[in-house]
């Protein structure tokens, strides 16, 4: 089992530690001449200040089981990226299509029929915005 | 007579029929988004923000803010119908279900209608009377008082949404952090791009609001596997003349709690709806009824709720600092619109600023005269079932992402943000205060690094002039509050666990 909290705590650390040395890549100077990299090192030393105290307390509060599961949600990021590729590739109305198709596989149910439906009710949508509101979409 | 005649002229603006028009698009829009499970305003307004890119200003920012209060409403629908809340609805629940129960959904959704209604007049007076009057104050502002009232919002913001002050503030420097990504303003240096020229102009908000706020959710409700059943109850609408007596002081004691809390950084709904209903608690006449269904737990925060988020505009439009993470987003709203929101704004845009105003109480009466006696029919998105919601939800996230730049690039940022967005859900941090970080971060780095060329270098800066004094004394002492509070915590024993919303948003 993974402690929620600590993951927190390590979460936080990691993402300062990673901000925080990216900062120093940059110039720093002093407070009276602030460079680019002097705000950043600052919040991330902070950040990584809570990250550190997380991680302390979380040795003092009962653990907490960290409920993950990736295939929902990496279902929902597939058909977004699919989108994207399937619209630049050959259009939008088809991007559509493979984005209903690719996100219904994350719900209870699937159906054919109910996801030709729906991908065609969204293409009729994104075909009223283009004219309508004057969207530039890419339909066809 | 300054005031009534400034509203006379923003009445002349919000009344045009094309005003008219998207003031009522957005309240039912608004109210229909709102009624969705895990939809609250954050997510529809960051869902709904790109439509308005083609919309005029004045037009796009009454559409939006209709959004907003519209969302309010629903949100108390679907707390009152069917328990299920958002941030800005989780009292709404408590006496709301109870009176459902009792079979009187109609007399409850209507005690919401009209408390909204008063709450939302009552907080207009006062938007209009101070806001220009606290304009003039933020002209004493110097860069270090900015700095140190953006630190008192985060900190409001962080311990009044998350509950937890650590959490939450890590959320906030997140969000900083994030928002230094892109070209530093006083160099011209690129921070952090990878050298990815579509990161030079750094991160998109849009993508950040729906990776974090639409598709999190989501995956949230599609883990959860829960099936809504809809609510088929009857609805009566009319009260009787006793119980609408009843309403009438419970609404202004709520719209007295909400407009004073809504100016507070921090403030807002949230913390307004408790407020409310605890003060009702205290001193109504029908307290022991509270808490098992009775009209003032209802009508009282539902009057602080409309009232705070109105006057929750105040600092925004008057010092140009957001208070909460809605207002951060209603800002970059202004922005995208080429609008500064802050002293100059009332001066610079009379008819904007207004108009709004006006528009605020043209959109509570389309909230009564529309919303309440339709709310039958706008319960029937209910029926709708998931699987063909969710798909749609995320075409918007995505049509929306698209349409900022015309770049399906950007897609792959909302993406990537959907899966930190994730992440936080699971790892228990809330991103309303990276939001708020996010939007605020730039303008606390150009604001500190201002005040320290001023001061040399010298800290004292932060404590010597009397603004930022008194906002770092308050910090100082909050923090204090809070460490003694959990050592106090730690000796005792350990607290109740406490109710969790089902959308944070």
Known sequence: ?140 | MDVLHNLAFGFEHALTWQNLMFCAIGCVVGTLVGLLPGLGPLATISLLLPLTYSIPTGGALIMLSGIYYGAQYGDSVSAITMKIPHASSIVACIDGYQMTLKGKTGLALFTAGVSSFIGGTVAIVVLAWLAPSLGEVAFLFGPADYCALMLVGFVCVSFVTTGSLLNGLAMCLIGVLLGQIGTDVNSGMPRFTFDLPFLAEGIGLVSVALGCFGIAEITKNLDAREERTPFNGKIHLMPTWAEFKRIIPSALRGSAVGSFLGILPGGGPVIAQFAAYALDKKVSKYRDEIGTGAIEGVAGQAAADEAAARTSFIPLMSIGIPENAVMALMMAAFIIKGIQPGPNMIAGHPDLFWGLVASMWVGNCFLLLLNVPLVRYWLSVFKIPYAVLFPAILFFCCIGTYSVNNNLDDIFITSAFGLAGYLFLRLDLDPAPLMLGFILGPMLEENFRRAMLLSRGHFSTFVTRPISGTLVGLIGLFIVWQLVAFVMRSRGPAPAVPVQPAGSA
Not at chain 1, 35 to 54: C, D, H, N, Q, Y
Not at chain 1, 56 to 81: D, H, T, W
Not at chain 1, 98 to 108: C, D, I, K, Q
């Open chain 1, 1 to 140: 089992m993974i402690d929620r909290n600590l993951a927190r705590g390590l979460a936080l650390a990691a993402t300062a530690l990673a901000f925080g040395l990216g900062s120093l890549r940059y110039p720093v100077g002093d407070f009276a001449h602030a460079g680019p990299g002097l705000f950043p090192l600052m919040v991330s030393v902070m950040l990584l200040g809570i990250g550190v105290a997380t991680i302390v307390r979380s040795r003092f509060v009962p653990a907490e089981p960290l409920a993950f599961s990736a295939k929902n949600i990496g279902l929902l990021l597939l058909a977004l990226c699919g989108f994207a590729l399937v619209s630049k590739l050959i259009d939008m109305a088809a991007g559509i299509v493979v984005m209903v198709f690719v996100a219904s596989l994350a719900g209870t149910s699937f159906s054919w029929q109910r996801n030709l439906k729906i991908a065609a009710g969204l293409i009729g949508v994104a075909l009223a915005f283009q004219k309508l509101l004057g969207l530039n979409l890419p339909l066809f």
